[in-house]
C-alpha cells in the first residue's frame, strides 16, 4: 500500500458520525446575540431561519453525532473521496517532504460543499420545510445546495452576486439544471435589495448583501422558507468533518502521520473539515501536527481581521458572533479572482487561532495561481482557485523542508476543482491579475461600525 499513489476507502469505511469540536476544544464557546436586542439569541429566533436539528447541532457539545443513514446514502453517491500522494509534484519540487491531498473535487458539483448541503437539505426535509433560500457567490454553495435540494425534492431560491451572475452564466446554469430558480443580488424582490438599489441602481453585489436578501426572504415567508447558509456556522463545520475522519484512516494506509494539516479558508468550513479531527489528536491522544489555514492577503480576515463581536450580514440581519472580521460592510478588491471572499470566519476557528491552537497564512494571488499551474502540470487535476490557496502553503512547506533537508509529511484538503473557474485563469493567463494586500486602515476604519454589545 505504501507505494501507492490513491489511497482508497471501501464505501463501508464511509464515516458513521461527525465529529463536534466543541466536545473537546480547549476554548469555551462565545454567545451567539441577537442583532436587534445584542443579548443572546433564543432558540425561537433561529427557528425562523433553521430547523430544530440543526439548532441543536449549532449549540450541541456532544462529541460524535450520528450521520443519518439517508444523509450517508447520498454521500455514497461520491464518498470516500481519495487521498492521493502527489508524487509527481514532490518529483517537480525535488523536495524529501511527502505531499498527500485529499481531493474533495469528486463530488457532483466538485467541491467539499455538498457535505453540509445534503445534511442540510434532509434535515429541512424531515422537519417539512418546502423551500430553501441561500445565497451563493461565485456559485459553489448555489451548486451544491441546488443538488441536494434536487435529491430531496425541495425548492430552492438563491441569491446570487451580481457580478458572478454574469460572469459565470456557467454555475448559474447548473444550479438550474438542479431546478433552482437564481436572481442576481441586489434584486428587487427585498426590502433591502430595494434599499441598496435605490442608493446605487449599478451595485455588482457582495455576499453580505446577498446573505442578507436570503435571510430576509426566509424571514418574511411566514414559515413557508429556512434559511440554509454555507459556511461559518457550527452545524457546517461539523458535516464537513466527515473529510479529516476519512483521511485519518487514509494516512494510516500510506502508514504515515502529517507534520502539518493545511486547508484554505474563506468561511472556514473545509479547513475546519479536514483539521479539527487532527485537532483532536493533538488535544486527546498527544499528536502533533501543525494546523495551518490559508487566506488571500486581499481578504485577510485572520491575519488582519480583529478578534471581536460583528454582524454576519451587511444589513445586520444574521446575528451577531465573536470572530475574526474585516468589518460587515466589508467589499472585496474587483481585482481579486480568488474566492474566499466572506467578511469574518468562523467563531470556532477564530477562537483556536486566537488561543494559538491554529496557524494562519495569508498568500498572494498571483503566487497562487502559479502555484495552482504548477499543480496542474504534475497532478493534472485544475484546482478551485480557492483551494489553490491550500497549495501554495503546501509547496511553500515542501520547499522550506527541502532547505533544511527535513522530510515532512504534509497534508492539504483540494477543496474543489476549477472546472467553472476558467475565467480566473484566463485572467491570470492574460497578466490581468494583480496581487493586492488589503491595508490595515481599512479595517480600523470598519471597526467604528462594530456593534457595542457588552460581552
Ligand atoms: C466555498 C469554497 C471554499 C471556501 O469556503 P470554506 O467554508 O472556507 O471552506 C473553499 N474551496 C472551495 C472549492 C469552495 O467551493
Redesign the pocket.
Given at each position: 500500500m505504501e507505494n501507492n499513489t490513491r489511497f482508497l476507502l471501501n464505501e463501508s469505511d464511509l464515516p458513521k458520525f461527525w465529529y463536534n469540536i466543541a466536545a473537546d476544544s480547549p476554548v469555551p464557546p462565545t454567545p451567539v446575540l441577537h442583532p436587534g436586542t445584542m443579548e443572546p439569541v433564543t432558540p425561537d429566533f433561529l427557528s425562523v431561519l433553521f430547523p430544530m436539528d440543526l439548532i441543536m447541532q449549532e449549540i450541541s457539545t456532544e462529541r460524535y453525532i450520528e450521520i443519518p443513514e439517508e444523509v450517508r446514502e447520498v454521500y455514497k453517491l461520491y464518498r470516500p473521496t481519495p487521498l492521493l500522494r502527489a508524487r509527481r509534484l514532490e518529483k517537480a519540487l525535488d523536495t524529501p517532504a511527502h505531499i498527500y491531498y485529499k481531493y474533495?473535487?469528486v463530488s457532483p458539483s466538485?467541491?467539499?460543499?455538498p457535505n453540509t448541503a445534503i445534511a442540510q437539505a434532509y434535515y429541512n426535509k424531515i422537519a417539512g420545510t418546502k423551500a430553501l433560500t441561500t445565497e451563493t457567490?461565485?456559485g459553489?454553495?448555489g451548486s451544491?445546495l441546488a443538488f441536494a435540494c434536487s435529491v430531496f425534492d425541495m425548492e430552492l431560491e438563491i441569491y446570487m452576486v451580481k457580478v458572478s451572475y454574469h460572469q459565470k452564466p456557467y454555475r448559474r446554469n447548473l444550479m438550474e439544471v438542479y431546478g433552482a430558480t437564481v436572481y442576481a443580488s441586489p434584486t428587487d424582490r427585498t426590502n433591502y435589495g430595494r434599499s441598496v438599489l435605490a442608493e446605487n441602481a449599478d451595485n455588482q453585489g457582495s455576499l453580505g448583501i446577498a446573505i442578507s436578501e436570503a435571510v430576509e426572504a426566509a424571514a418574511t415567508s411566514n414559515g413557508a422558507k429556512k434559511y440554509s447558509l454555507?459556511?461559518?456556522l457550527n452545524h457546517?463545520l461539523l458535516h464537513?468533518t466527515v473529510i479529516g475522519e476519512e483521511a485519518l484512516k487514509q494516512m494510516d494506509l500510506a502508514n504515515e502521520y502529517p507534520d502539518v494539516v493545511i486547508?484554505?479558508?474563506?468561511?472556514?468550513?473545509?479547513?475546519?473539515?479536514i483539521a479539527f479531527p487532527f485537532l483532536r489528536e493533538n488535544l486527546k491522544n498527544g499528536k502533533r501536527a501543525r494546523l495551518v489555514a490559508v487566506e488571500p492577503t486581499a481578504t485577510p480576515s485572520l491575519t488582519k481581521g480583529v478578534y471581536t463581536f460583528d454582524y454576519g450580514d451587511t444589513a445586520k440581519m444574521a446575528p451577531i458572533v465573536k470572530m475574526h472580521t474585516l468589518g460587515h460592510d466589508f467589499m472585496p478588491p474587483g481585482i481579486h479572482a480568488g474566492?474566499?471572499r466572506?467578511h469574518g470566519m468562523?467563531p470556532s476557528v477564530s477562537a483556536l487561532v486566537d488561543a494559538g491552537h491554529i496557524d494562519a497564512v495569508a498568500v498572494k494571488q498571483r503566487e497562487t495561481f502559479e502555484a495552482a499551474i504548477q499543480f496542474a502540470n504534475a497532478e493534472g487535476i485544475v484546482p478551485?482557485p480557492?483551494?489553490a490557496h491550500a497549495i501554495r502553503a503546501a509547496i511553500n512547506e515542501a520547499m522550506d523542508a527541502k532547505a533544511k533537508g527535513e522530510k515532512r509529511v504534509i497534508l492539504f484538503n483540494l477543496?474543489?476543482?476549477g472546472n467553472f473557474d476558467m475565467a480566473a485563469y484566463e485572467n491570470y493567463l492574460n497578466g490581468k491579475l494583480e496581487d493586492f494586500e488589503y491595508p490595515a486602515e481599512a479595517v480600523q476604519e470598519a471597526m467604528k461600525k462594530l456593534p457595542q454589545v457588552s460581552f
Open positions: 474533495e473535487g466538485g467541491s467539499h460543499k457567490g461565485a459553489q454553495w451544491s454555507g459556511s461559518v457546517v464537513q486547508g484554505c479558508a474563506g468561511g472556514g468550513s473545509n479547513f475546519a473539515g474566492g474566499l466572506y468562523a478551485a480557492e483551494s477543496s474543489g476543482n
